[in-house]
């Protein structure tokens, strides 16, 4: 009986170490693209839903599963204790050095993968914040974009590698903001506010096509910048 509570045990905490895992990849995934997980709560929220909403009936059960196999091998400890007892020879049977070291590794793969799970679930939301995994992809997809550029009709683009292009605005300056993204804010009694999000090369400082509230520009390599601008209608 303590050894099926142990590969019950065994088998939950591996399969919530792979969910947290795949819940993370998720994360990076869907925060690619600009328009995406892009304040703090909706990152939170999301990597909330995923490592636990989701696992939380297994965590449960995990809990119980926890609390069954101590309870039992106590039980079981004290059952066999008088048998221990009175089938004691006094000679310890010998390990080889081969199986002690086998032993160390099982029980060291545990904590290695634990410890690799709790470093996921708190760097992954950090980088996600920091736009790191976006600016990191969108470095490869710079050519794309270039080859883009030099086309005579540029509001025919729609996609770009991965990114969904819904609008590409161009002032005189030269300035081009490819809008990946938007999100409309306010209504009912108050002014509704879209928030676009994007991609723009040589972007002016001050204002941009899509509005100048709340007008951010983050940098991402040579003249490519990652854009942020909010417009009143």
Do not use: N
Not at 55 to 82: D, E, H, K
Not at 111 to 137: D, M, N, Q, S, W
């Amino acid at each position: 009986m303590q050894k099926f509570w142990a590969v019950i045990f065994k088998v939950l905490f591996y399969f919530c170490c792979g969910a947290t895992w795949v819940g993370c990849a998720g994360l990076i995934q869907a925060s690619l693209v600009p328009g995406s997980l892009e304040e703090g709560a909706d990152i939170i929220l999301f990597f909330a839903f995923v490592c636990v909403v989701l696992l939380q009936p297994f965590i449960a059960f995990g809990v119980v599963a926890v609390l069954c196999i101590g309870i039992g091998s106590m039980v079981w400890r004290v059952a066999r204790a008088p048998a221990k007892r009175q089938s004691a020879v006094g000679v310890v049977p010998a390990r080889s050095v081969k199986a002690v070291r086998t032993t160390r590794k099982r029980r060291t793969v545990p904590y290695l993968i634990l410890g690799l799970t709790l470093l996921c679930v708190v760097t992954v939301p950090i980088l996600v914040a920091e736009k790191v995994p976006r600016h990191i992809a969108f470095r490869q997809t710079i050519p794309q974009f270039e080859h883009a550029l030099m086309q005579a009709d540029l509001s025919i683009v729609s996609k770009i590698g991965r990114y969904p292009i819904k609008t590409v605005a161009q002032d005189s300056d030269g300035s081009i903001y490819f809008k990946t993204g938007d999100l409309i804010t306010g209504g009912w009694m108050d002014p509704e506010d879209r928030i676009s999000y994007g991609f723009a090369h040589q972007p002016k400082p001050e204002q941009s096509p899509f509005g100048v509230r709340d007008y951010r520009l983050w940098p991402i390599a040579d003249d490519w910048y990652e854009f942020k601008a909010t417009d009143t209608f």
